[in-house]
């Protein structure tokens, strides 16, 4: 068990509409990364925080945006979804200069 | 930018037998990092082994182990005696040295372990 949680499970929402996803990281780890995996495809990094701040960001737009919180919690918002916003989003925490662990990842299905 | 290639989709081995999964990668890095990771059909994304690119020694974690070829820039993955339980997507990941967690990742492929 990594101790990285995700919620929730699974949801559905339709075009144009927002989502918040959120990520519960392991105990002693301050950076958390999010990934967008599209369907039969490896993940995409999103971008990372770092004791709160954003501190590298992937090649995604403006309105993937996301929070770090104290207790190194972390949510990731996507507003005005599109179709191809459909994929798993992968959460993973990790202690200073070690591997990062992942949760079981939040499917989100765009109608 | 770095890309991370896997050109087999799809591998099929024989329980108890070897199978070797490939990746080459493009960088102008010289200091960084590959990976392995494992995602079974529960879709948590586990990491099998990990080589630093100043070791010249190839990694190695039980039935594990890789073949590290910096110059051709190439990271293969060898399971021995394979299980059923080995059946799952195979990634390799690329992250550069001071680049937090920022993993590149390749299409994966898919091995299927027969009885």
């Known amino acids: 068990e990594t101790g990285v949680t995700q919620s929730p499970t699974h949801l559905i929402k339709t075009r144009g509409q927002q989502v918040t996803l959120r990520c519960s990281s392991q105990?002693?780890?301050?950076?958390v990364s999010w990934y967008q995996q599209a369907l039969g495809q490896g993940p995409q990094f999103i971008f990372q925080y770092y004791r709160e701040e954003e501190n590298g960001r992937g090649n995604f737009p403006p309105r993937f945006s996301g929070l770090q919180f104290p207790n190194y919690s972390s949510e990731l918002n996507v507003n005005a979804l599109e179709l191809d916003d459909s994929a798993l989003y992968l959460c993973a925490s990790s202690a200073p200069d070690q591997p990062q662990h992942f949760g079981d990842g939040t499917r989100l299905s765009i109608l | 930018a770095q890309t991370v290639t896997q050109s087999q989709p799809e591998m099929s081995v024989q329980e108890a037998e070897t199978v070797t999964l490939s990746c080459t990668y493009d960088t102008s890095e010289s200091d960084y990092y590959l990976f392995w990771y494992k995602q079974p059909p529960s879709r948590q994304m586990i990491l099998v082994i990990r080589?630093?690119?100043?070791?010249?020694q190839n990694a190695t974690e039980n039935r594990f182990s890789v073949n590290f070829q910096k110059a051709a820039k190439s990271f293969s993955l060898k399971i021995s005696d394979s299980q059923l339980g080995d059946a799952a997507m195979y990634f390799c990941?690329?992250?550069?040295?001071?680049?937090?967690?920022?993993?590149?990742f390749g299409g994966g492929t898919r091995l299927m372990v027969k009885p």
């Open positions: 080589q630093e690119a100043y070791k010249q």
């Open positions: 105990s002693g780890h301050n950076t």
């Open positions: 990941a690329y992250r550069r040295n001071n680049a937090g967690n920022m993993l590149t």
